[in-house]
């Protein structure tokens, strides 16, 4: 028996940022992998949110320096128009304008050794063949070593990052599948491609068809990777009748414009099937175990947001392990809001998935037609919180390419013009108003509440005050004196008499809060969280 702080299952994205950043915080962490890295993996296509996770690894040079291509946006031919069309992350993102296409056996190396130099045991050729109970709680592993030896290893917390195999929460029945998202993928690397024009050589190119989808990425090696995506049931017939290879081509033919970037281009390797069926367990955290990754929910592969879902629950895992060994109690309020954020994230692509299978009419065939959505078929929190992240806010990117380009169901445009009316003319309001504010007198929206919460700061769970509003999953963090005033906003006291209040109550000049809180109400109003302000 060997005893750790953290075990962690899988050095795939997940597993790696996981482990690097708890070493990091001087506790004993050992990582196996049954693989010895660099090994092949699919899902090259990166989006520019992991950039900010690559810089607190320390990685950045490296990444720079392997030669990946900068992927700086997406051409698709999808939606309304037959035609192709790209748009750019430089579009919405003024920080991180471009992401990667990555080769993922040299990209998931590079965060393994890593982790290695962050003080991490790793342990490749190994794999984890038990998971080990102790009372109601999950204490440790059996691993299989390569010389055949059998040991356990213990720990406080287990971090399942191990991928689709989800070997924790299979273990213990925790994992739901998707309705939905039943696809099939059978990808190859094929080299004498032709590039898209510039600007956009190094664009993903998503092309759909009437049998469903296909992408293409360009790679530095000089191959690209192409992939199709059809529906499961009739795919896994036609596949008990065809080899890959020729699977690959037919479906491939269904796509003239990857068709003829492919025209001279021969495969380098035989093609691979994976299921494209989308999961989530129903229980991310507990007692002894968290889950990250495609260990914890995997969503189809459409808008590229596998690996940065992975690298950021890895992110948010630290997070949870480093609270759990400095204030136990907090790590347990910590538990709701790890899953808070991390099904946020993935119920956000999920929505938009949704939403983009149900848009396209560049093809009424059985695929399209069966993934056409009413308003039932969209879960109702989901969706709310989907409509609000994208309303009136400048959208990820393909967010707005998917409402844009596509023709989105009238009950979702409708929904988000309402929230952006809404805001809009909130704002207009609070921009024109000629009165005296201090002298106003707020009003709180119906079902605001205040919570004294875990919140996400400096890679550890930090107790804070967070107003919650109806329907939203993920409230919003404030300050100690937005959070004092607020008990004070009773429909009676103005301003003023709320910016004396906390003076006399905490010995702050008045004149100092008083600015603060007019701007601090105005955001809440034009938000919704003030109804309204009475004069
Ligand atoms: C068809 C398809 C296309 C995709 N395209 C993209 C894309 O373009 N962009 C994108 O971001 N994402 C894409 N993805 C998703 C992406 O591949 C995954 O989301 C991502 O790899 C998840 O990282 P992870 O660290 O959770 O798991 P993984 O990267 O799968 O790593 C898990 C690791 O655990 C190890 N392991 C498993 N079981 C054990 C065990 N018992 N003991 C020890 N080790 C174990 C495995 O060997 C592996 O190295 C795609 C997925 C599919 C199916």
Request: proline share 4%; charged share 20%.
């Amino acid at each position: 028996m060997e005893n750790f702080d953290a075990i962690v299952i899988g050095g795939g994205p997940a597993g790696s940022t996981a482990a690097t950043l708890i070493a990091r915080q001087g506790k004993s962490v050992v990582l196996i992998e049954k693989e010895y890295f660099p090994r092949h993996h699919i899902g090259e296509s990166l989006l520019p949110a992991s950039l900010p996770i690559l810089e607190s690894l320390g990685v950045n040079e490296e990444i720079q320096s392997a030669g990946f291509l900068k992927k700086y946006g997406a051409t698709m031919v999808w939606g309304t128009s037959p035609d192709p069309w790209s748009w750019y992350f430089a579009e919405t993102n003024r920080k991180y304008t471009h992401s990667y296409q990555v080769v993922r056996s040299t990209f998931d190396h590079i965060l393994l050794n890593n982790s290695i130099k962050s003080g991490v045991d790793v342990r490749q050729g190994h794999q984890v063949t038990k998971i080990h109970h102790r009372e109601d709680y999950v204490s440790g592993v059996e691993i299989h070593t390569p010389d055949n030896k059998i040991i356990d290893l213990e720990a406080p917390i287990t971090i399942d990052a191990s991928g689709q195999s989800a070997i924790l929460a299979r273990n213990m029945n925790l994992l739901e599948w998707d309705d939905f998202f039943q696809n099939l993928a059978v990808y190859g690397y094929f080299e004498n491609a032709e590039k898209l024009e510039a600007p956009d050589e190094n664009n993903i190119f998503i092309e759909a068809h009437p049998e469903g989808w296909n992408w293409l990425i360009p790679l530095h090696n000089g191959t690209v990777s192409v992939g199709v995506v059809v529906d499961s049931n009739i795919a896994s017939k036609q596949l008990h009748s065809s080899d890959l290879e020729e699977f690959l081509c037919h479906y491939i033919s269904y796509s003239s414009h990857i068709s003829n970037l492919l025209g001279n281009a021969t495969l380098t390797s035989p093609p691979q099937a994976v299921r494209d069926w989308s999961y989530a367990a129903n229980s991310f955290v507990g007692d002894g175990y968290i889950l990250v990754g495609d260990a914890a929910c995997f969503i189809d592969p459409l808008f590229s947001s596998g690996v940065h879902l992975a690298m950021n629950a890895g992110l948010l895992a630290s997070a949870y392990v480093n609270t759990l060994f400095t204030d136990s109690t907090l790590a347990l309020e910590s538990r709701v809001i790890y899953t808070k954020l991390y099904k946020q994230q993935y119920e956000h692509f999920r929505e938009l998935a949704k939403l983009f299978y149900s848009s396209n009419h560049t093809s009424d065939s059985y695929f399209w037609e069966t993934r056409k959505l009413t308003p039932d078929a969209f879960d109702l929190p989901a969706r709310t919180a989907f409509i609000n992240a994208v309303a009136g806010q400048p959208a990820q990117g393909y967010e707005r390419v998917v409402i844009e380009q596509g023709e989105a169901p009238s009950f979702i445009i409708d929904a988000i013009k309402n929230v952006e009316d809404t805001r809009e003319q909130r704002k207009i309001k609070i921009d024109t108003s000629t009165e005296y504010f201090p002298d106003s007198i707020p009003k709180l929206a119906a079902n605001v509440e205040l919570k004294n919460e875990p919140i996400l700061e400096n890679n550890e769970f930090v107790r804070s005050y967070v107003i919650y509003k109806e329907n939203r999953m993920v409230g919003y963090p404030v300050s100690n004196l937005i959070a004092a005033s607020l008990p004070f906003i009773n429909g009676k006291a103005s301003i003023a008499s709320i910016s004396q209040e906390i003076s006399n109550e905490y010995g702050i000049d008045a004149n100092t809060i008083l600015p603060i809180i007019i701007n601090a109400f105005k955001i809440m109003y034009i938000d919704g969280i003030i109804e309204t302000f009475i004069l």
